[in-house]
């Protein structure tokens, strides 16, 4: 990777998003090393609770442990590598795989293994489950497949104060509903879709309406391990919700490398959720939304039907860029720093993580 032309505003080369060798590397280098959103608390209130999730491509089970402590563990069985458990969510005594019956202990340790009696020098304290780390900030639950990892407060940084300082208080929040998405795109192109508002008022005239998106107003921030977007009110705005109410204006924060979170104007809100690589053109997520508990349910399907609307909007502009990529015509971009400057700081990264 030329550094200088990343440097001078030149995008990653196209074939980053879509060579599976590619991909590889940033599995290991990249989803591998970082505290990516997993779930919510409330999926693990008691102990026995769990849930399934993933770290990139890794497979992940929180669980809440008989003495009531949160613990993380790689979903993979340490026999023959099977996934453990395939529920998204549930209660259990203990952890079972469904392929031999290796049973394991909501600590990880492995309690049973059928016929390893039979196996002189088997030791079971040797094939626990994976540790992985788990953090959390208000209902939200964070994983860390790197064990070495400097714990999530660190990446988190000032993001909860700015939160705050929208009006909400995610302590006070209450889980609503979690919205699943599927992308024909490289994660990346996700990613920078997300990172930029240059392209709202061509392609959202509805958020276009009710957020002032021009460049005088919208406002772009960079910190050390996120990122943040900022848009006030339009005065005269019109929208299909009432963007009235204890949040003035909008936030859009990105923590490096995959977690989108999202406030709206109006009654205070958040949605929060990780982008994750399926293959080289293929992205899954999802955003778990959360409001106070006194919104009252006709602004809360009106704020989500806004949110629908933009959603379907993005999903045809990404597709729409991967084909673009994908034909290989056009090997490098040219980002407009001013206005994009948050992409150009995200392939920085992933740059720095690949070289």
Excluded at 21 to 41: N, P, S, T
Aim: with cysteine; glycine share 8%.
């Amino acid at each position: 990777m030329d550094a200088e032309a990343l440097a001078r505003g030149y995008t990653l080369p196209a074939d980053w998003y879509f060579d599976p060798g590619v991909l590889r590397v940033e599995h290991d280098r990249i989803f591998r090393r970082a505290w990516q959103y997993a779930g919510r608390l409330d999926q693990v209130a008691r102990r026995g609770d769990f849930f399934t999730t993933r770290a990139g491509i890794v497979p992940v089970v929180v669980t809440r442990d008989r003495e009531g402590e949160l613990r993380g563990f790689v979903n993979v069985c340490r026999h023959r590598g099977s996934e453990v458990v395939r529920e998204p969510a549930g209660h259990r005594e203990t952890l079972q795989c469904h392929y031999h019956a290796w049973t394991y202990d909501l600590d990880g340790s492995l309690r049973a293994a059928p016929r390893s009696d039979r196996e002189p020098g088997f030791d079971r304290s040797e094939y626990s489950l994976i540790p992985v780390q788990v953090g959390t900030w208000g209902p939200f639950v964070f994983v860390n497949p790197d064990r070495e990892a400097a714990p999530l407060a660190d990446t988190l940084g000032e993001l909860p104060e700015l939160v705050a300082s929208a009006g909400v208080d995610v302590n006070a929040l209450r889980f609503r509903l979690r919205g699943e998405y599927e992308l024909e795109a490289n994660w990346k192109v996700a990613c920078e879709n997300f990172l930029e508002c240059y392209h709202c008022s061509v392609a959202h005239p509805g958020f276009s309406a009710v957020v002032d998106v021009s460049p005088d107003a919208y406002r772009l921030e960079l910190n050390e391990t996120f990122s943040s977007q900022f848009g006030p009110v339009r005065a005269d705005g019109k929208s299909s919700y009432d963007a009235s109410g204890e949040v003035a204006r909008s936030q859009f924060h990105f923590l490096w490398p995959n977690v989108k979170l999202n406030i709206m104007p109006g009654r205070p809100n958040l949605s929060i959720g990780p982008v994750l690589p399926v293959d080289p053109e293929r992205t899954s997520g999802f955003l778990d939304y959360f409001f106070a508990e006194d919104v009252d349910e006709e602004w809360i399907a009106g704020m989500l039907e806004f949110d629908d609307q933009v959603g379907r909007e993005d999903k045809v502009l990404v597709e729409s860029v991967q084909r673009g990529l994908r034909s290989g015509m056009v090997e490098r971009g040219r980002l407009l720093l001013n206005s994009e400057q948050l992409i150009h700081d995200f392939q920085r990264r992933v740059a720095e993580a690949l070289s």
